[in-house]
């Protein structure tokens, strides 16, 4: 199972850095790398175009201005983008990745990567738009890249050795899987997550069948 396809050369690949949301009706291939962070990519299946974010926290201070480094703002932010590209809610579809707890001293109580993630279910299920897909990154992070022509994403587990990953999981324990089906835990070796297609994308130039690239 291959993590991503080659991109053409005329597709570069956006690099998402945290605290940004990117949204274009024009295809793109937008990679980013997640700890606690949690991403949100929407896609349209009627128009065919999506975006990304990635945000740091869960919820903006009211001492603080209005950031997408904050997922109530971020998501608000990103669906905003979408709809005034064309899009109408009804035509959305989420898929949400991220989430882990990568320090020790998260793993005493709620971690921020945790929290962060509730709060993208949340405010996915007010707005409501669907979460088809996803995966919780456990204590690892997780490289990701979304083709927004097709919809698809692909995850990748970034693998710690060491003293200090050992430490890390074992603090971590068992963890009750928030988006119960539709979130699971990534493989080792990287997964396409969510796609389904029967014709190549002309962005990526993958045919996914029951969520495999063939």
Same mark, same amino acid.
């Given at each position: 199972? =291959? ?11 956006? @690099? ?43 919820? @903006? ?6 950031? /997408? ?29 991220? +989430?882990?707890?990568?320090l020790v001293a998260e793993a005493?109580? /709620?971690?921020?990567?945790? @929290? ?21 990154? !456990?204590?690892? !992070? ?27 999981? $074992?603090? $971590?324990?068992? @963890? ?12 080792? =070796? +990287? ?15 993958? /045919? ?7």
């Open positions: 199972m =291959s993590y991503a396809p080659p991109a053409p050369p005329d597709r570069p690949t956006l @690099r998402l850095l945290p605290g940004q949301v990117f949204c274009e009706r024009e295809p793109h291939l937008i990679s980013t790398i997640l700890g606690s962070c949690v991403a949100v990519c929407l896609w349209d299946r009627r128009l065919r175009f999506g975006g990304m974010n990635h945000f740091l926290l869960p919820i @903006r201070p009211s001492t603080e201005a209005p950031s /997408v480094r904050f997922g109530d703002v971020a998501i608000p932010a990103l669906v905003e983008s979408m709809v005034s590209l064309g899009s109408q809610i009804e035509d959305l579809q989420a898929k949400v990745f991220g +989430g882990a707890s990568v005493g109580g /709620v971690s921020i990567g945790r @929290r962060n993630l509730r709060l993208a279910v949340r405010e996915l299920r007010r707005q409501r738009i669907p979460i088809v897909a996803g995966r919780l990154a !456990g204590d690892q !992070g997780i490289v990701l890249l979304q083709c927004t022509a097709c919809g698809d994403v692909w995850v990748r587990p970034i693998v710690s050795t060491g003293a200090a990953a050992v430490a890390v999981a $074992a603090a $971590a324990g068992p @963890r009750r899987r928030l988006l119960r089906r539709r979130v699971s835990r990534g493989g080792a =070796s +990287g997964e396409s997550v969510g796609n389904n297609r029967s014709e190549p994308c002309p962005t990526c130039g993958t /045919v996914t069948r029951n969520g495999e690239p063939s």
